[in-house]
């Protein structure tokens, strides 16, 4: 049993958590409560020395694939997977039919225009899409408040135009920071507390209610798992909360991304150990890539070639596609498809490149046996939902069909063939670059060349980088990918850059090249740039 604290009961301020970023409204304020305070102190209490723990444990793991070892699936943990009888916990009405999900960062605008897009599911991205300085965190709960009560509306101070919801808003799925990520401006016991235990505690504390009057529970999409350990951390995470406030089993629900590449080789065990809670999968493609190269970064034979050349038509991305449905299929669990990073274009040329290429897309995932998929913009609605629709032919999902092959470790690590070159260096420089600047003002998710960039994407440009100069790759020109050329097209690329943007614009340039040439040549691969950006982010 755990010792419950009464939510009801008007707690003073736990003196374990302080808040040292400024409420600076009445909104911040009612967030960032004593009661909702007391909530994220338990939850610290209990479980961010297991966090600890884990972390360790990702850090233990990597050591050993530096040393060579190859990723692979885990002996003791065979029964869970020979055992074809579990079966995770029927899914609710609401995540049933997930045919198109909207995904966006959390700001007002975006939050309402995505809720009102026609999507199925909007899931509103605490993660790869915010840079998370204090106000944006805080602002981000106060828009999850006020979507998840009905009152949401907005106007544009710069355009004046008048935003509120519609009466059909998708079904709203809040993915919070991942387990690596801190949150500098609450501290429990001194110390800056996990930011997935602040982004989930403040949600389920502010919205359990309001859900509940619309006969929903409370869904979260969780990024970035390695282990079903971590998995088991969340399930207990769940567990708790339910029990502290009540409510049933269950009315947490969950769907996990399988963005890493150990997570990969444990999804039946991932699956199994949340099985009150979890409802599928989700292929987190982008981060997924980044994983494969940062787990593999060692291994010599394993390269990855230009990060524009691997699409889901490499053979190690379509059996994760095909291995990711046949296990949640087998075990009722719905498999979501993930994102086409091309956005609409207002050139009638290039527009009809970008439908062309998010058709090809989605139409691999429907045929591969996904139930829905992703898209990052609301005017790639329509478009996703005409193929799905075509597709399950009148289903809500697919669900009953399991793709056939074994989908093994030896086609799950396969090398990836592609170029190498210097168009391919100076692009993502530039991605890079322009992406660490943004996320640096504030700004987690631009669009970049025709692409929305996030942090997932960034870093696949950012690992792909750091790989080359740490084997000085051969180009495809014969020249060896040294630091000395590297730092000669930075420099250029920056001086191009800052010219184009004019004054003023981008401020953090210098701190963002700065930032990225560290990052790309130091011996040790930071684990994420978001980290170290987080350090300067104010
Ligand atoms: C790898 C991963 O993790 S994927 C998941 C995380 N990434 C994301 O969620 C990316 C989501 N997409 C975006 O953030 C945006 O589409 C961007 C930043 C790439 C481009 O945004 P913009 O430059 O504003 O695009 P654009 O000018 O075409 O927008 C047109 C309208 O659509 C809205 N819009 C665009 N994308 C979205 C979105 N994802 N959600 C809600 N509204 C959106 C804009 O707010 C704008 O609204 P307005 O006409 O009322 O002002
Ligand atoms: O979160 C999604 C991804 O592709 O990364
Ligand atoms: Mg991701």
New binding site residues.
Partial sequence: MYELENPSENHSCPTSVQVTGPLFNEDAKSILNNDALAFLSSLCNRFSGQLNSLLAERKRKQETFDTGVLPDFRTDTASIRDDRQWKVADIPEALLDRRVE????IDR??VI??LN?GANIFMC?FE??TSPTWENMVNGQINMRDANTGTMAYVDPKTG?HYQLSSTPATLIHRPRGLHLQESHILFEGKPMPASLMDFGLYFFHNYQSRNARGQGVYFYLPKLESMEEAAWWESVFDFTEEYFSVETGTIRATVLIETLPAVFQMEEILHAMRKHIVGMNC?R??YIFSYIKTLKNHTDRILPDRHAIGMDQPFLEAYSKRLIQTCHRRGALAIGG?SAF??SKDPDEMARVTQKVIEDKRREATNGHDGT?V???HLVSLAREIFDEYLNGATNQRHFIPDGSFNSEILLRPSQGPKDEPGVRKNIRIAVLYMEAWLRGIG???IYGL?E?A??AEISRANIWQWLKHQVSLDDGRPFTTELFRAWLDQEVKDMKASAGNGEFRKFDEASALFFTLSTDTHFADFLTIPCYAKLE
Avoid: L
Avoid at 102 to 105: A, D, E, R, Y
């Fill in positions: 909207i995904t966006g960062p605008k975006m225009n995505a897009s991205c790869d899409a135009k987190g982008w981060d994102m956005i609409p992703w990052a913009h609301p998710c631009v669009p929305m996030d997932a994407t």
